[in-house]
């Protein structure tokens, strides 16, 4: 059984995008970000995942370490080359724009979620959000 929980990195593929970021550090966030609005018809639940969590890595480059799982935050401090994560800031921003938009299948997901697991969704990506800006 996959994880499966309201925060950024409580599921499996924004856990498994961690190893891709030790292994290729900004380009794989740069790519994660790109992903995710690369069909504006559908984005399908692991892009949208992966994207949130890189762009909550990019909030942690700009100081909002608190949306990192310790594995996350771990990668942080070891890539070479987190300093190019600063400007991917707009492309974060977009990319959760994106994710949380109508034609997200992860968004379809949460709908269909309790109630209160949806808003704690929802509420956690308003931070990001925020934090982002």
Not at 26 to 50: H, Q, R
Not at 68 to 85: C, H, I
Request: charged residues 20%.
């Amino acid at each position: 059984m996959g994880a499966w929980g309201f925060k950024i990195f409580e599921n499996d593929d924004a856990a498994d995008f961690v190893a891709e970021f030790e292994n290729s550090g900004a380009v794989a966030v740069a790519d994660a970000l790109d992903a995710a609005c690369s069909n504006p018809d559908y984005i399908e639940a692991p892009d949208g995942s992966v994207a949130l969590a890189a762009a909550a890595i990019v909030a942690a480059a700009n100081g909002k370490s608190e949306f990192l799982s310790e594995p996350a935050g771990t990668a942080l401090r070891t890539v070479s080359n987190w300093q190019a994560l600063s400007g991917l800031k707009g492309k974060a921003i977009q990319a959760v724009e994106c994710v949380s938009g109508p034609n997200s299948e992860l968004m379809e997901l949460w709908a269909e979620a309790a109630p209160a697991d949806a808003a704690n969704f929802k509420n956690e990506l308003n931070r990001l959000r925020a934090a982002l800006r």
